[in-house]
């Protein structure tokens, strides 16, 4: 889980990627240059805000079980590197950190573990204060139809386990992203709306088959508070040290 959160936590925080670093192979001159056109808009949009929250509803696909998980919460960014991503149902987890300290707390387990920021399992971690280096760490193109295969022949299979993207929509930005090196992800997905730079779909393709597909809604851009990412465990509660 934690390894899919910071995944998607890196492409969320902000989109302030160089056109000019993007590869945009097997894209005909004319869609290249509407693409960078609506990057460079999703750059400007990106840059007037430092934090926001919004509501997200999550589908985590099992390929061994063959079963999806749905669960539903928020959450809230600051740049350059704060977080916290909390899971309100079905069961309640947190996952939040201030730029020092990363935690992930379970108060049904009575259970919480502290990673370093420079921990192994953090390393998608850096790349939250700076989306420009995203192309260090993927390929990146157009998401677009073509592309795209199901899992299966099932017509009515769920999004979260398709490759297909949602119909496209000119006020929105299709990204496929190949990881270079990663050994768990396969490719990630991205839906962006292209007027504010805000995320509206991501999802996820390890290469285990499992998948993971989110949605947000209802983005703010209200003031947060610092204490928002900071984390205390309740007396207790079990604590490990990654």
């Not at 949009?45 to 589908?59: G, I, L, P, R, T």
């Given at each position: ?126 790349i939250l204060s700076n989306i420009s280096r995203l192309s ?107």
């Open positions: 889980m934690q390894i899919f959160l910071l995944t998607f936590l890196c492409v969320l925080s902000s989109f302030a990627v160089s056109a000019k670093e993007l590869n945009f192979k097997n894209i005909s001159t004319s869609k290249n240059n509407l693409f960078e056109k609506k990057y460079q808009e999703i750059i400007k949009a990106a840059a007037q805000y430092e934090f926001f929250s919004v509501q997200f509803k999550q589908e985590l696909y099992s390929s061994l079980r063959d079963k999806v998980l749905k669960s539903e919460g928020v959450l809230v960014v600051k740049k350059p590197n704060s977080f916290r991503y909390e899971v309100i149902s079905p069961r309640k987890e947190l996952y939040v950190s201030n730029g020092h300290d990363f935690w992930k707390f379970v108060p049904e387990l009575k259970h919480a573990q502290q990673f370093q920021m420079n921990s192994q399992n953090l390393g998608f971690i850096n260090n760490f993927y390929e990146v193109s157009e998401w677009v139809g073509a592309q795209a295969q199901k899992t299966d022949n099932d017509a009515n299979d769920l999004e979260v386990k398709s490759d297909l993207p949602p119909k496209q929509n000119d006020d929105l930005l299709y990204l496929k992203l190949l990881p270079k090196g990663d050994k768990q992800q396969k490719v990630l997905y991205a839906v962006i709306q292209v007027k504010t730079g805000f995320i509206q779909e991501l999802r996820i393709v390890q290469l285990n088959g499992n998948r993971s597909r989110l949605v947000f809604a209802n983005y703010s851009l209200k003031s947060i508070l610092k204490e928002v990412f900071q984390f205390t465990p309740p007396k207790g509660i079990v604590v490990d040290k990654m």
